[in-house]
Each structure stands twice: as structure tokens, then as C-alpha cells.
């Protein structure tokens, strides 16, 4: 499985620098990225600078801008357009994903119909790198209070890489806690809540929340006899 960082706001303080220099095994500047601004595009708040701002580095949302050796750009509608074998060299040689944050059915609908989403389970040393929308897109759900763009499907179902949904931007003005605790009790399964400063880390050894800020987890699984729980640091 592709290895995970799924930041609520990017790679906003020292913690979650530090564990994507650990997903990588080598500084950030050694380490060549592809950005993914797709999901800006979509949603009813949509429009050509909150993309063009994520791919040069100039959001508020640190991704593109961390010193990488390299930055590329990845717009997934186009690559239906585009030769297969060259688009997944691309991806292949990439050390990381820097998926834009936007509307999550959108970035979905694209990351199934590009072809992209059926690359992620042969890209063991890849590190994802999500972006609020971009890390929502993972989940098996992001709830009906996330629905903006209207998917052909109907529904409000993502990817199902990992086993947990996602509520970013708590603290905000509309992301409240209430509003999270309403979303959790229709989603059903685990789920996190997380403000700017946290991220969850997704490896092969399991779960972890990597913050300097406020998270919570709602709907707990219930431990499972002799099982192997990821690690969740205190907050």
C-alpha cells in the first residue's frame, strides 16, 4: 500500500515536517513530487486560483513549497488523453503526491476514471500526500455535510483506501464540533476530527495521529481480541 499523510491544512508545523521526511526516508530535498491540483476545480466554490496557488506554492496550505528537488503537475483530466504507459512512468518515478484539497467526489469521480486509483496498491516506496479533500478522498465516506459536486454514482462514497472517514477544518466556523459528532453518527464508522495543525499517518504498521493541535476520534472501532491497534498519540 501506498504509504499516507493526510493533513487537514498541509504541512503546517515541525510534527508533520517530520513525519513526511520519516514516509520518505530521505530529506525533501533530495525527493521529487508530483502535485495533483484536480480537486480545486470541482464543488461549487471551484475556480482557477485556488489550484494555480496550491501548484505554485503560493497557498496558505504548505505543500508545493517545502524545498522539494523537484515539482511536477499531474491534472488528472487529461490524462484520459494521454498515453497510459507515460502518465504511470510519471507517477512510478515520483518519490511523492501532493493531492490539492476542494471537493472530494470530484477528485474521486477523476481518480477512478483517470485510472489513477488503481495504481495505488503497487505503490509500496510512493508517499500520498493529502490535502484536506485530498486525504477526504481515501475514506470510505465523506458524508452528506462534504457533498458538493454531484457524483454519477449518487452517492457520497470515496475510495476506501483506509478504513476511517475524515471531518477536516474543525474549529472553523462551520466545521464545529457539534456539526462533527452529527456527521459521525451518519457515518457510522471510525472517524477523525482534526483541526490545521494535525495530520494522520497511514504505514503498514498501522495508524497514527501525528498533531500540535486539536483532534478527536469518533466512533471508535472496539478492540479486537489479540488484534493489533495503530498508535494514537495523546493529545
Known amino acids: 500500500m501506498v504509504k499516507l499523510l493526510l493533513t487537514d491544512s498541509g504541512v503546517r508545523n515541525a510534527s508533520i515536517l517530520a513525519a513526511l521526511v520519516d514516509l520518505l526516508g ?31 506554492g503560493r497557498s496558505p ?27 504511470v512512468s510519471w507517477v512510478r518515478e515520483a518519490d511523492a503526491l501532493l493531492v490539492n484539497g476542494g471537493d472530494a467526489l470530484y477528485l474521486c469521480h477523476w481518480m477512478r476514471e483517470s485510472g489513477l486509483a488503481d495504481l495505488f496498491p503497487s505503490l509500496r516506496d510512493t508517499v500520498y500526500v493529502g490535502l484536506s479533500a485530498g486525504s477526504m478522498v481515501l475514506t470510505p465516506r465523506v458524508g452528506r455535510f462534504f457533498v458538493g459536486w454531484k457524483p454519477p454514482t449518487g452517492d ?78 495523546a493529545r
Not at 513549497?65 to 523537484?70: D, H, M, P, V, Y
Not at 459528532?181 to 476530527?193: K, S, V
Not at 486539536?214 to 472496539?222: E, I
Open 26 to 56: 530521505k530529506p525533501i530535498a533530495e525527493a521529487g513530487a508530483l502535485c495533483i491540483p484536480t480537486a480545486g476545480y470541482g464543488g461549487p466554490y471551484g475556480d482557477p486560483g485556488g489550484p494555480w496557488r496550491f501548484s505554485s
Open 61 to 87: 496550505s504548505p505543500m508545493t513549497g517545502l524545498g522539494w528537488k523537484s515539482v511536477g503537475m499531474l491534472e488528472l483530466t487529461a490524462l484520459p488523453g494521454i498515453d497510459r504507459e507515460r502518465w
Open 156 to 233: 457520497d462514497s470515496a475510495l476506501g483506501v483506509v478504513d476511517f472517514s475524515l471531518f477536516p477544518h474543525l474549529g472553523s466556523p462551520d466545521n464545529t464540533m457539534a456539526e462533527a459528532e452529527r456527521w459521525a453518527a451518519e457515518i457510522g464508522g471510525p472517524a477523525y476530527a482534526t483541526d490545521a495543525q494535525t495530520a494522520v499517518k497511514v504505514t503498514d504498521g498501522g495508524v497514527e495521529v501525528v498533531s500540535e493541535g486539536y483532534w478527536k476520534l469518533l466512533n471508535p472501532p472496539s478492540p479486537r481480541p489479540g488484534g493489533r491497534r495503530g498508535r494514537r498519540p
